[in-house]
């Protein structure tokens, strides 16, 4: 197993890529804080598919709590990291994944939308290294944070001028934590992946015009699911990636490099 014994907290780990690693992290033996959010009207859905997911992770052998809140709010990573320490006793790894990406033209986006897609895609995902970092260093023990960047970290899309920024920006943050960070043996990574099929991009792919230009793009001949990029998660949160730190792993079945 690559994660004996570790302690995770994943962010945005009730659906889609989010719940693919904290399973994999169970699966590696890890024990995990499941972290998501049920939004303003509480949604007793979203509640639901976090429980689900402790409950999977329970099946496994380990343990698993769930932690509602908002990652764009900076004490929700306080908090988070907070209920790893009094429940498992200390954070060994942070998987930052949260993310929206509620598709909209560029020329009439509301500046509200934008500032969401901000503040939940990037500050969430600094907030979220700000505050696991300070414990690891507390620990003295080093640890592993890896963030779920994107293939949007390196192109574009017409109706996510508000979401790729933030994807390069999350790329960017890994690569200077991972030299602020490297000197308290703390490793920094992160992940783009290409089409993966969940909940994000759903009402998006309900053209099948759409669904099946992307899907012959993609050399190895198939969309995505949570679990390629959740054992990769893994990989670089292991031991197994003992000297990587800084880097961007592409899990996108070759999509970014087929032009033609
Ligand atoms: N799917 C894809 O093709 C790709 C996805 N990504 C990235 O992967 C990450 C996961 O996306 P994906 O699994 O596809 O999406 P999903 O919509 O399936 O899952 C998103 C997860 O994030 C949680 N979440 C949403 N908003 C917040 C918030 N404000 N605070 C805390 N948790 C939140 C959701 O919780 P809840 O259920 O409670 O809302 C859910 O667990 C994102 O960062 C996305 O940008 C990157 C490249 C490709
Ligand atoms: C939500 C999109 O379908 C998905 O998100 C990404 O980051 C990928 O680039 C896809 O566009």
């Avoid at 490793?187 to 099948?208: E, F, H, L, Q, Y």
Wanted: with cysteine; aromatic share 6%.
């Amino acid at each position: 197993m690559l994660l004996e014994g570790k302690r995770a907290i994943v962010t945005g780990g009730s659906r889609g890529i989010g719940r693919g690693i904290c399973l994999e992290f169970a699966r590696q033996g890890a024990d995990v804080v499941v972290n998501y959010y049920a939004g303003a009207d509480k949604g007793f859905a979203r509640d639901t598919a976090a429980d689900e997911v402790v409950a999977e992770i329970e099946a496994l052998g380990r343990r698993a709590i769930a932690v509602e809140g908002d990652i764009a709010d900076p004490q929700v990573s306080t908090a988070l990291v907070e209920a790893a320490i009094d429940a498992f006793g200390g954070v060994d790894v942070l998987a930052s994944n949260a993310g929206i990406c509620p598709f909209h033209a560029f020329l009439d986006m509301p500046a509200e939308l934008f500032k969401q897609v901000v503040d939940v895609n990037l500050g969430g995902a600094f907030f979220a290294v700000q505050a696991a970092a300070n414990r690891m260093n507390a620990q003295g023990t080093g640890g592993a944070i890896v963030a779920t960047s994107s293939i949007s970290a390196l192109v574009g899309g017409a109706l996510q001028t508000h979401y790729t920024p933030t994807k390069a920006g999350v790329h960017s943050l890994m690569q200077s934590a991972a030299i602020a960070l490297g000197p308290y043996g703390i490793r920094c990574n992160s992940v783009m992946p290409g089409a993966i099929a969940t909940d994000i991009n759903k009402d998006d792919w309900s053209d099948p015009k759409k669904r099946d230009y992307l899907d012959k793009r993609i050399p190895l001949g198939r969309f995505g699911e949570p679990e390629d990029v959740a054992r990769v998660v893994a990989f670089l949160a292991s031991d197994m990636a003992a000297y990587v730190t800084g880097a961007a792993l592409l899990v996108d079945g070759g999509l970014f490099v087929n032009l033609q």
